[in-house]
């Protein structure tokens, strides 16, 4: 008998997890970072939607699994299990509503509850192509996430800025 896996490339997957309140742009996050499109007329996600996207790293097939949920509170049922086995985690806010970030408080403990004590979190302040109605300043954002040992970006599905 042969073996089987002789020739194949190593494949690793990965679970990320996008949170965040209601129309903070999670779901154009995804499919700018899965499919490189923005749909600028996005309804909100109703349960749980995921993309997967491949790269290769150092020879071995390397899958992010990136799931996206529903900010609104009528769909939060889903949560427990959708933290489960995940490698890391998106919390994001949307810089022109000042609510938004308020909210990060409450993400970042649903997260703590629900997940392993070793998932990545990143902090993630979107759309920032709307820097002129700006309500939470980028020192804000990091000063946030240096408190609570997050890693920090800006970044916009629209334009991809980052």
């Not at 109605?133 to 000063?143: D, L, M, Y």
Request: net charge negative; glycine share 8%.
């Amino acid at each position: 008998m042969g073996d089987d896996s002789e020739g194949e490339a190593e494949e690793y997957l990965f679970k990320v997890v996008i949170i965040g309140d209601s129309a903070v742009g999670k779901s154009n996050l995804l499919s700018r970072y899965a499919r490189n499109e923005f749909n600028l007329h996005s309804k909100a996600t109703i349960g749980v939607e995921f993309q997967t996207q491949s790269m290769d790293i150092d020879g071995k097939e390397v899958k992010a699994q990136i799931w996206d949920t529903a900010g609104q509170e009528r769909f939060r049922a889903v949560t427990s299990a959708y933290y489960r086995g995940a490698f890391g985690a998106l919390l994001v806010y949307d810089i022109s509503r000042r609510s938004t970030f308020d909210n990060v408080g409450r993400w970042l403990q649903e997260l703590n509850t629900h997940s392993d004590t070793t998932v990545a979190k990143m902090l993630v302040g979107n759309k920032c192509d709307l820097e002129n109605i700006r309500e939470v300043p980028t020192e804000e954002g990091k000063a946030l996430a240096e408190a609570e040992g997050l890693f920090f970006m800006e970044t916009s599905a629209l334009d991809s800025r980052t």
